[in-house]
């Protein structure tokens, strides 16, 4: 398939960006509508640990995750709702185990659908197998295995395809603990971007041979990780103006999925999401206050601003007071996605959303970026070089910087050490240079010689 | 610049930014200058560590041996004071992460220059073997506490990613160890810890096995009889210390490092 790129976006003002509602909806599984008007909880688990030890017991432990999700929904009298399956490596590795699982899961909503009429669809997040002990191997032998997991997926009973894809992880983990903002951007605006246009032309091809939705990625691998360290408030790990460089730099990276055929939701974990709706119009998964069972994240109400399905992240499958926990966490979306359904059918959408991004926006200088009217800045920062991936990528870090510059001269009250690490990295992308070619040879002189793990053949380079 | 639709609102009614309200009051550099070594030969070394500068490290360390120093008496003499200035600012919190990596890079690469010059290798804390759970390539955790346990003068048998449960036994067999660490981002995969702990228990092994990572939790770490859960990454150094001043009681590891 070819790729696209956005080179404009796709609302014509931040404002018009709401919960529930995106420029190009996506229809998929049964009945289900996503970003046509209203909102959709989706849920998602990890099995038990022990549930592991063998395909037979994977399969059992999904099918009871899959009945007390669907159970609980109908007792609460949810519309709508979504299922998404992160694959354990046993089941990307072994594709007929994740297909046997997509399938078994399907059977069970298939009933409920049938018996209630609950709109839903099944979502399949294959897991990023592509690589060995010591390497990355994204274009090895383990890519046909990799494939073959959606597709086996697909034909099974999954409506939804995503990934949290790792290209550029080996120069980005090495560069985030280093304060090398010319890794952070190679890792994942340059190498990430570039492995992503593969493999997404190969799923969007499997989604569309199979009837089934190629909804895109997230830089999990990445920003995810730069936000995972730099934790609280009081964590010392990364600086968390750091961490927003990164993740607004992942917006280019995660637009690659729509311009190479993915059309959403894209998927939960990644915060860069209201930035990339911003460009695509495509509906996105989100997750904030409700994935605390996860992680914490500083962006609890604010990451609903412009959600259409609303998730709880992960949480491992075993019992609490009021259910399982895929029932516990799942009524909680259930009961957030109903508040934003009334806000939508009367009309105050907007005044929800501006109340969800107040509550967050000066908590952190990520939330503040990723406040609508600031994440669609970084979207035009983006389109405004859409052709070039690297120009793109950086353009987002220095709008980044900008905005958070502007913010800490108002209501944003910066740390010192924050304040510091955002001017070195001011001067850090400011001293880049503008011309793509010659960063990337820069970069592969630098990164062969420090980063042990790093191979370019990985890249075709 | 298109009109703003957000809410005003006063901040401070809101929420509390405890990292600004907090700050010390200090910069890092006015804090570690209060605690470098004075020795004129010493000094450049220990402040090029804590500036992660390598170059300048090893430019100080040919001057303090041209100056008449014993090369393996730099190590615990110019790196591991440079690097100890560095740890404890950041566990006061005064510097953070990337700080201590840069350091260990640089106190790494000084120790290398000084093995090169006098052909052995330094004595270190104790032997520490680490991995990531079979299964698991997810590594950024497992490098942080490398880095760190590194840093602190231990020597660390790192045996990668995804490592295949009896690779974990055959290193305790071959490098007697003082703990064993492993960290895991999935659930699936930790599963790995507990089969890891009963061979080492069959085979009379009662070395602390210290697990943390992004799904590992508290409980799951204190099913097995050698586990002691490791919040953060910087704990490893601190459960190394602590066995090596009281020993591996495993209930005493349990005591001083599970908070919840």
Not at chain 2, 105 to 125: N, T, Y
């Amino acid at each position: 398939m070819a790729v696209t790129r956005f080179t404009k976006m796709a609302y014509a003002k931040a404002d018009d960006m709401v919960f529930g509602k995106a420029v190009k909806p996506v229809k998929a599984g049964l009945g289900l509508e996503i970003g046509a008007g209203y909102t959709t909880p989706e849920v998602n688990y990890a099995p038990r640990p022990e549930a592991g030890a063998s395909k037979e017991k994977l399969i059992k432990e999904y099918e009871r995750i899959t009945t007390d999700i669907m159970a609980r929904m109908v007792q609460i009298g949810a519309p709508s709702v979504v299922l998404e399956t992160e694959h354990v490596q046993q089941m990307t590795n072994n594709p007929s185990w994740g297909a046997e699982v997509a399938h078994a899961q399907k059977t069970i909503m298939e009933n409920y659908h049938d018996e209630y009429g609950i709109k839903c669809a099944l979502r399949h997040t294959p897991g990023d197998i592509r690589e060995d002990r010591d390497f990355l191997k994204l274009r090895g032998d383990k890519y046909p295995i990799f494939l073959e997991s959606f597709e086996q997926c697909a034909e099974s009973g999954a409506d939804l395809l995503a990934v949290e894809s790792m290209g550029g992880k080996e120069v980005f983990d090495y560069a985030i603990l280093r304060n090398d903002m010319a890794g952070i951007l190679f890792g994942i605006g340059v190498l990430g971007s570039m492995d992503m246009e593969m493999i997404w032309q190969d799923i969007a091809a499997i989604a569309k041979k199979t009837g089934t939705v190629a909804t895109g990625d997230t830089d999990c691998a990445q920003a995810n990780t730069a936000m995972f360290i730099a934790g609280g408030l009081l964590d010392k790990n990364l600086a968390h103006t750091t961490a927003i460089i990164a993740r607004a730099i992942s917006a280019a990276r995660t637009l690659v999925g729509y311009e190479a055929g993915a059309v959403g939701p894209g998927k939960d974990c990644g915060y860069e999401n209201t930035i990339v709706k911003s460009i695509s119009g495509v509906p996105m998964a989100q997750e904030g206050k409700t994935s605390t069972c996860a992680h914490s994240d500083l962006m609890g109400n604010i990451v609903m601003q412009c959600c259409d399905l609303w998730s709880n992240e992960s949480v491992e499958y075993h019992g609490e007071f009021g259910g399982t926990t895929v029932q516990c966490w799942g009524e909680t979306l259930a009961y957030d996605c109903s508040l934003m359904n009334v806000a939508l059918q009367s009309g105050n959408e907007k005044v929800l959303r501006d109340m969800f991004v107040a509550s967050d926006m000066y908590r952190d200088p990520q939330g503040y970026v990723l406040a609508y009217p600031h994440a669609y800045r970084v979207g035009q920062a983006i389109v405004k070089d859409g052709n070039d991936i690297y120009l793109r990528a950086k353009n987002a870090a220095l709008e980044t910087i900008k905005i958070v510059e502007e913010g800490a001269r108002g209501k944003l009250s910066l740390s010192r050490f924050e304040a510091k690490a955002l001017a070195d990295s001011k001067a850090a992308f400011e001293a880049l240079t503008d011309d793509k070619d010659k960063f990337m040879s820069d970069c592969l002189t630098k990164y062969k010689k420090e980063v042990k793990v790093f191979l370019p053949e990985n890249y075709g380079l | 610049m298109e009109v703003r639709h957000l809410i005003d609102i006063d901040p401070s009614g809101i929420l509390v930014r405890y990292n600004v309200q907090l700050e010390k009051e200090m910069t890092p550099e006015d804090a570690a200058e209060e605690l470098y070594p004075k020795d004129p030969t010493i000094y450049p070394i220990a402040k090029s560590i804590f500036e992660g500068e390598e170059d300048d490290v090893v430019e100080g360390l040919k001057k303090a041996i041209a100056a008449g120093k014993d090369p393996m008496g730099l190590i615990n003499g110019a790196l591991m004071p440079g690097m100890g200035v560095v740890s404890r600012l950041y566990d006061e919190g005064v510097i953070f992460l990337p700080n201590v990596m840069m350091s260990a890079d640089a106190m790494l690469e000084g120790i290398e220059f000084l093995k090169k010059k006098v052909g052995k290798a330094p004595e270190s804390k104790g032997k520490i073997v680490c991995h990531v759970a079979e299964g698991d390539v997810h590594d950024i955790g497992k490098s942080i506490v490398v880095a760190l346990l590194r840093a602190n003068g231990y020597d660390v048998i790192d045996l990668g990613r995804d490592v295949p449960v009896d690779e974990v036994i055959e290193a305790v067999e071959k490098e007697k160890p003082l703990m064993v660490t492993g960290t895991a981002l999935m659930t699936t995969t930790m599963y790995a810890f507990k089969e890891i702990n009963d061979k080492l228990m069959e085979k009379g092994y009662r070395i602390p096995f210290a697990c943390g990572g992004g799904a590992v939790n508290q409980d799951f770490v204190s099913q097995y009889e050698l586990g002691v859960y490791g919040e953060e990454a910087s704990d490893a150094p601190k459960m190394a210390d602590f066995i090596k001043a009281n020993g591996n009681n495993i209930v005493k590891l349990r005591d001083k490092f599970h908070k919840h």
